[in-house]
Structure formats: C-alpha cells, structure tokens
C-alpha cells in the first residue's frame, strides 16, 4: 500500500487541477487515470480537438471567400466566383492529433514539475481512504486526508437509437472522422450538436438538426435561439425543432431514420451518419461508489457546497457531480471546482461558486457566449427586467471582418440597475464574453457599464452600446 494526503480518480480539467493546486499546497498527491494520455475527455476527445476542427473551418470558409479580400488562388485570379478549394481531412487529422499531442504533454510536465504521481490504471473505491488501481496487478492506493472522484461523463443516446460506433456516431467518432460526409444528421442542437453542424456544414455536407425542445441551444436567451436559427438557415443548415425522432437504423452505408415533426407528421430521412449529441451521462460504473456509502443520484455522485460526498474523506468534482439540480459540464466549471476542493482540503477557507456566473461558450458559426440570467429566468425570480441589445454589423470593426451578424443583449434589473446576464451571439464571442463574466462578478451596473470607455474600433463596442440601450439610449443605433 503507498500512501499519499489526496488521490484524484480522473485526469480530466476537473482532475488534473485538483490535484495541481493540492501539490501546490503541499499535499502528496496522486492521480489515477486508465486513459493513455492525461487532459480527459476534453482535451482527448471533446473541447479541443472540436475547437481546432472549427478553426480549420474557419480558415476554409476565408479562403472560400478570398476574392472577397483581394486574395487571388487558383482559379479565382481567372474569374468570378469562389475558388475552387476542397478540405484534406487527412491533413486536418494530423493538425488536430499535433496539437492535442502537445497539450497532453503539458499536462505531463506538469505533474513531473508539481511531483505529481500518475498511476495508470482503473480505480475502485474500497472505503476507510484505499483505492485499488487495477491494470494488470492490483495496486492499492491510501489517502490519508482525502479522495476526489473526478471521473467526468461520457455520451448518452436516447431509447431506440443505437450507438454502433460506425453509422450512429457520439462526439467521440465525429471528431475523429476521415471523411467528409456526404450528408449527416445531428440529434440534439446543445453545444456539440450545433459546433459539429458548423463543423461539416462548412467542410461541405448537408446538414439536418433534429432537436426535440421547441428552438436550437434551448439553454440560452431565446433571441440568441432565433439569430442562430436564422444563420443556420442562410448557411444551407436544415433544423427541425419539436422533433422526436422515433427511430434510426444503421445500414453498411448509411443511416435510416424517421422522427415526428412538430405537427406530429412523420418524415423519413437518410443520412451518411446519425451524430447523437443528446447529453452526457455519469461515468461511475466500477468504482463500487455505492457499496462503501455514496449517495448517488441517477448515477451522479451528490455532493454539498464544498464538494463533500455522503462518505467522510471523499469529494467529488466535475461532469460526475449533482448538488440536487442541473449541474453545468463544462471544463472551466470542473476546474474551478477541482481548484476549491483542493483547497478546502487542504485547510484554506473557501467559498461557494456561484453558479449564476458560469460563462457558457458555444464555438459554432456564429459564435455564443453568455453569463448570466436570459431574460425568462430573470422575470421567473422576480425581477422587474429591462434590456438593451446591439447589434455587432453596425461596428467598423464587424464590417472590416466581414461578420456582421448577431448581436449583443444585457439583461438588467430596473430597480438596482443590477446586470443580471449578458448573451452575444456573433465573431468571437467566446472571447467577448470574458467582460461580462467579471462584470457579473463584480455586481456592476449598467451605468458603470456605459462609463466603461470600449476601445474603438471593437467588437467589444457593442457591450458598451448594448449598455446604453438598456437605458433608451445607444449611440449608434
């Protein structure tokens, strides 16, 4: 038995910080991790790798338009219209595995530099502070203060729909994919569903969302559902909200499916490929969680404030939690997490997240960023809500770039002034969001908003415009 203060089940952003900042503190630590690499599902499988296929998009997509810019590539120098330029998926691949390759060896460093042990191998808790590592012999592990559990999730489909791996595909195959396909069909219109329907749209498949909810990325302010919507459209992206699909069978070449469209007609489709990106479930089968005592909730692991099991000595962070509600899964919300547990345990005094403050960043085209109360929450609580929007095509900066669509809305509460949420959906908003962010965390106004001086000519520029909107009074509108 090898003994160490804190050992980390799952070396994914929830993890592998956790235990960063545990060793930061002082405290022995270990990780234990089956995968062959460290970084979890988003770095492997998920955030990154997507990101750097929407950038590979992104540079298609200038390149299809370089005539526009003055750039002159093969056959465009020659006459008009696009040039004639096509993706190479093997060389996308490459890139891609390139730099997810020097991220995971980061992490390496990382744990070499912090004196961080990685025990490959496959976890079970045992209760009284053991983990047993399996991975051919069984090694077992002791935390003398305590266990995090951050072994994250994994996607889920829905009754009926069969993942084979093959035809019906989750994220995991979609990202790995050597091929553009012909046609792709895209079951749920969350994060993934929406960033892989930018992904191949733009690489040039044709692209159908199925969403069963009532509009696209139902999480968020609902005239950010319909700008993205109305994008989609002009993009050749066919959306089917209300949509339930009823069944998908898996051919040698393709997909057979047929769903029940809002009017409750059925429609058939046949497609290369089904992406289910229905959500993601808990990934806890194996850990003997519920023998020693944890209470688990639909397979998620429930925790307090602090990240507390019902077993003393042992936490739990990440995609695999419940707090009693919906939990965000979102790497930036594992490591804020991971970093609070690591500190608590190792005596520091903490404090709670504050889960109104969660940026959200969705990567498709155009992009979404968002903090914050949508305007329904904030009425639903109670507040007496005004709001201001601005749209990004009326900025020189958003001309220039030759993206002008989308737009920026504040949400606020008339009585204090207070902001309550800011959503943006347009060029880099993911990036834009950041202002909003802190913000929202410093409590701020409107007012101190509109006296904030936004550099000029930016994107940004349509936060500060957005601000006076709420009070009747934007500048260039």
């Known amino acids: ?159 009926g729909v069969e993942i084979d791996r093959r035809r019906i595909i989750t994220s995991d195959e979609a990202v790995a994919l050597r091929e553009v396909p012909k046609s792709i ?61 009823t069944s998908a069978r898996a051919t040698a070449d393709g997909v057979d499916l047929q769903f029940q469209k809002s009017d409750g007609a059925a429609e058939k489709l046949r497609a290369d490929y089904l992406l289910v990106a229905t959500g993601r479930g808990p990934v806890t089968a194996g850990l003997d969680a519920e023998r020693i005592g944890i209470d688990l909730e639909t397979g998620y692991v429930r925790v307090d404030a602090g990240y507390r099991t019902s077993v003393q000595g042992i936490s739990a962070i990440g995609d695999v939690i419940t707090m009693g509600g919906p939990h965000p899964q979102l790497a930036h919300v594992s490591s804020a997490e991971g970093v609070i547990a690591a500190e608590r345990i190792a005596g520091r005094t903490v404090r709670p997240l504050n889960y109104d403050h969660v940026p959200g960043c969705t990567y498709c085209d155009p992009e979404i960023g968002s903090v914050g109360l949508t305007e329904r929450e904030a009425a639903r609580r109670g507040y007496d809500v005004r709001t201001g929007t601005f749209p990004f095509g009326v900025l020189g900066r958003a001309k220039i770039a030759g993206e002008t669509d989308g737009f920026v809305k504040i949400v606020a509460d008339k009585k204090y002034d207070e902001v309550l949420g800011i959503h943006m959906i347009g060029l880099r908003a993911t990036e834009l969001v950041a202002e909003a962010v802190v913000a929202l965390r410093l409590e701020s106004t409107v007012e101190e908003l509109i006296r904030t001086i936004h550099a000029h000519p930016t994107m940004a520029e349509a936060v500060g415009e957005a601000a006076h909107a709420v009070h009747g009074a934007a500048i260039h509108l």
């Open 1 to 159: 038995m090898t003994d160490y203060d804190v050992v980390v089940i799952g070396a994914g952003t929830g993890g592998y910080v956790a235990a960063i900042r545990a060793a930061q503190l002082g405290l022995k630590t270990a990780v234990v991790e089956k995968q062959k690499a460290l970084g979890g599902t988003c770095l492997l499988v998920g955030c990154i790798p997507t990101k750097a296929l929407l950038e590979h998009a992104h540079a298609l997509k200038v390149v299809q338009h370089a005539k526009d810019w003055g750039v002159a590539i093969g056959d465009a120098s020659a006459g008009s219209g696009a040039p004639r330029v096509s993706i190479d998926m093997a060389q996308v691949q490459t890139r891609k595995d390139r730099v997810v390759t020097g991220l995971t060896k980061g992490v390496e460093f990382l744990f070499k530099k912090n004196r961080i042990d990685w025990i490959k191998g496959t976890a079970r808790l045992t209760g009284n502070g053991g983990v047993d590592v399996f991975e051919g012999d069984r090694q077992t592990l002791r935390a003398r203060r305590e266990i995090i559990v951050a072994t994250g999730s994994t996607p889920r489909s829905v009754p």
């Open 185 to 245: 069909a895209i079951m749920g219109s969350g994060a993934v569903g929406v960033e892989f329907a930018s992904i191949f749209r733009r690489f040039g498949s044709d692209v159908t969302i199925l969403e069963l909810l009532p509009r696209l990325v139902p999480v968020e302010d609902q005239a950010v559902s319909e700008e993205l919507e109305k994008a989609f459209r002009r993009q050749g992206i066919t959306s089917h909200t209300n949509a339930k699909v």
